[in-house]
C-alpha cells in the first residue's frame, strides 16, 4: 500500500548531540511537511517542501533543518538537540496540486527522546 | 491560532452514532473543513472534508450548515477503536497550506 514512512519510531539522543530523523512516501507527492507535537499539545508545522523549494515557518528554531534529496525522502535534522525539543515528530505529504484534492496524509511519526 | 470551537470530550457508547460538533463561524468562502483524528501515539489520519456540501466516505459523515459556520462529523456505529482526539480544522485547500490543529475533541468510546 502506498504510504508514509518515519523511520525509527522511537529515537533517543543525548543533549546537544546532531540527530536526524527520516521520512519517506510511496505517494509520489510533491509536497513534505514536518510538524512537532509535544506532550498533550496539537501538531504544529515547523516546514515544508515543494518539490526541491524549501519553506520555513516563521517560528521554527534555527535548530531545525531539513533536506530532501529526491521525491520520496525527507530529512528533518535537529543540529543541537535540547530538552524542549523532546516530542513527536510527525511527516506529512499531499499531492500539491491545489484545489479539492491536496489532503495531506501523515506518517506514524518518530517520537524524540532527549537525554 | 485555531479558527475553530470544539468541545474538550464527549463520550458515546459503542455501537451507536457519534455526532462531533465544530463552530467555525469566521470561516472563509474558500476554506474548506477538514477533519482529522489522532489515535494515542499514532499520526493524524485523514478522515474527510468538504466544502459546503454534505459529504459521506467509508468513514464518517460531514454535515455543514447552510451558512457554513458550523458543521458536525458523524461516525455512525461508534466502535472501541474509534476513541481517538478529533480535530476539526478549517484551511484554504492549497499545496503548503499548513494545518492548524486546535485542541480538538477527546471522543471516548464505551462498551
Known amino acids: 500500500d502506498a504510504m508514509v514512512i518515519q523511520n525509527p519510531r522511537y529515537q533517543v539522543t543525548q543533549f546537544g548531540k546532531p540527530v536526524t530523523l527520516s521520512c519517506s512516501q510511496t505517494?509520489?507527492?510533491?509536497?513534505m511537511y514536518w510538524y512537532q507535537q509535544k506532550s498533550s499539545q496539537a501538531p504544529k508545522l515547523l516546514f515544508h517542501?515543494?518539490?526541491?523549494?524549501?519553506?520555513n515557518e516563521a517560528d521554527t528554531p534555527d535548530n531545525f533543518q531539513s533536506r530532501r534529496p529526491n521525491t520520496s525522502f525527507c530529512f528533518l535534522d535537529i543540529r543541537s538537540p535540547g530538552l524542549g525539543d523532546a516530542a513527536m515528530y510527525l511527516c506529512?505529504?499531499?499531492?500539491?496540486?491545489?484545489?479539492?484534492?491536496?489532503?495531506?496524509?501523515f506518517g506514524p511519526g518518530t517520537r524524540l527522546t532527549v537525554l | 491560532d485555531a479558527k475553530t470551537t470544539q468541545p474538550p470530550s464527549m463520550d458515546c457508547a459503542e455501537g451507536r452514532a457519534a455526532n462531533l460538533p465544530c463552530n467555525h463561524s469566521?470561516?472563509?468562502?474558500?476554506?474548506?473543513v477538514y477533519w482529522y483524528r489522532q489515535i494515542h501515539s499514532q499520526g493524524p489520519q485523514y478522515i474527510i472534508h468538504?466544502?459546503?456540501n454534505n459529504e459521506t466516505n467509508e468513514m464518517a459523515s460531514l454535515i455543514i450548515t447552510e451558512d457554513r459556520k458550523s458543521s458536525t462529523l458523524i461516525l455512525p456505529h461508534a466502535t472501541l477503536r474509534d476513541t481517538a482526539v478529533y480535530y476539526c480544522?478549517?484551511?484554504?485547500?492549497?499545496?503548503?497550506?499548513?494545518?492548524?490543529f486546535g485542541a480538538g475533541t477527546i471522543l471516548r468510546v464505551k462498551s
Open positions: 506529512a505529504t499531499s499531492r500539491g496540486s491545489g484545489g479539492n484534492t491536496d489532503t495531506q496524509y
Open positions: 505517494l509520489n507527492h510533491n509536497v
Open positions: 517542501y515543494y518539490d526541491k523549494d524549501f519553506n
Open positions: 469566521t470561516i472563509s468562502g474558500n476554506e474548506y
Open positions: 468538504g466544502l459546503k
Open positions: 480544522i478549517v484551511r484554504v485547500a492549497e499545496y503548503g497550506n499548513k494545518l492548524v
